[in-house]
């Protein structure tokens, strides 16, 4: 019955806030649900498991993880990344196959349709831009359709023309 425990639970074991940084620190809203287990915090939206084994918020992070595993690209999910004078964690940072000091920024917008949502990925695409990180030249920029559908037909083709797979 150990197994079950939050302690043992891969789930439990990340925290991460995809708008650190661009967030009013007193608006509890838009704050992540934390869980304390034991003596560690967590955030409880991690619920997805990648090919590789990691632990994503949607199923479109999976598809997306899955699909540069399968293209043999090498990337981070989520890494803190500084930007300028502020912290940051893309979705992803996907690495070029030929020189890993070559990468991309790849961010997914999981809630078109949620005005706030929107409003925060605008300042933190402004912000990215503002900072030399615009999308076709070090960005990926991907999102969900309005019925939170995703074609990962689309994002394999994506990869490949990316990073010249073809």
């Known amino acids: 019955m150990k197994y079950v425990s939050p302690e043992n639970s891969d789930i439990a074991q990340r925290f991460t806030d995809l708008f650190a940084g661009m ?9 992540p649900s934390i869980i304390k287990v034991g003596n560690k915090f967590y955030e409880d939206s991690l619920i ?19 699909h540069l595993l399968s293209n043999k690209i090498n990337y981070d999910y989520e890494p803190e990344v500084t ?8 979705d992803f940072i996907a690495y070029d196959p030929d020189d890993d000091d070559i ?3 790849w961010e997914h917008v999981g ?19 503002e ?9 990926i920029i991907t999102c969900d ?3 939170g559908s995703l074609d ?7 990869i490949k023309k990316t990073f010249d797979l073809d």
């Open 83 to 90: 930007v300028g004078d502020k912290k940051f964690r893309p």
């Open 131 to 139: 900072h030399g990180i615009i999308e076709g030249k070090n960005l």
């Open 152 to 158: 990962a037909q689309e994002i394999d083709r994506l």
């Open 145 to 147: 359709g309005d019925d």
């Open 111 to 129: 809630m078109p349709t949620d005005p706030s949502y929107m409003a925060c990925w605008e300042k933190k695409k402004a912000y990215y831009a």
């Open 103 to 105: 990468f991309w920024y």
């Open 23 to 31: 967030l009013k620190t007193d608006d509890s809203e838009n704050k």
């Open 48 to 66: 997805h498991r990648t090919t590789r084994g990691e632990l994503v918020r949607s199923k479109s992070e999976v598809v997306i993880a899955d």
